[in-house]
């Protein structure tokens, strides 16, 4: 993200478990979102990206509050694939899904 970009800083950040709640390293993270007036950049790669998890399961992205648009809350896509699912295309270890709030938190079982 270009320092001129116009819109609301957000860092979001936290760490990926396995169905074991043990964290899981490098795990690829592909977050796209809406840009400040609510559209999205399905020509380039402006709000696109990816990185994977540190050694300890851990992800930071720092970006911008996503615009509206209509009929959606303001929300980051996430795709968040295993290991191992890279190395298998027929793997089915690989999910998508919007994060909403910043505010929002569960641990979905681990503690």
């Given at each position: 993200?270009?320092?001129?970009?116009?819109?609301?800083?957000?860092?979001?950040?936290?760490?990926?478990?396995g169905?074991?709640?043990?964290?899981?390293?490098?795990?690829?993270?592909?977050?796209?979102?809406?840009?400040?007036?609510?559209?999205?950049?399905?020509?380039?790669?402006?709000?696109?990206?990816?990185?994977?998890?540190?050694?300890?399961?851990?992800?930071?992205?720092?970006?911008?509050?996503?615009?509206?648009?209509?009929?959606?809350?303001?929300?980051?896509?996430?795709?968040v694939?295993?290991?191992?699912?890279?190395?298998?295309?027929?793997?089915?270890t690989?999910?998508?899904?919007?994060?909403?709030?910043?505010?929002?938190?569960?641990?979905?079982?681990?503690?």
């Amino acid at each position: 993200m270009e320092a001129n970009t116009p819109g609301v800083r957000l860092t979001v950040g936290g760490y990926v478990f396995g169905l074991a709640c043990r964290p899981i390293s490098g795990v690829l993270l592909d977050f796209w979102q809406a840009d400040t007036n609510g559209a999205y950049d399905n020509t380039g790669f402006r709000f696109r990206g990816h990185q994977f998890t540190g050694a300890d399961g851990s992800f930071k992205l720092t970006t911008i509050v996503p615009g509206l648009y209509p009929g959606r809350t303001r929300h980051l896509h996430v795709k968040v694939q295993a290991p191992a699912a890279r190395s298998s295309p027929r793997s089915s270890t690989s999910r998508t899904s919007p994060a909403t709030t910043p505010t929002a938190s569960s641990t979905h079982g681990c503690s």
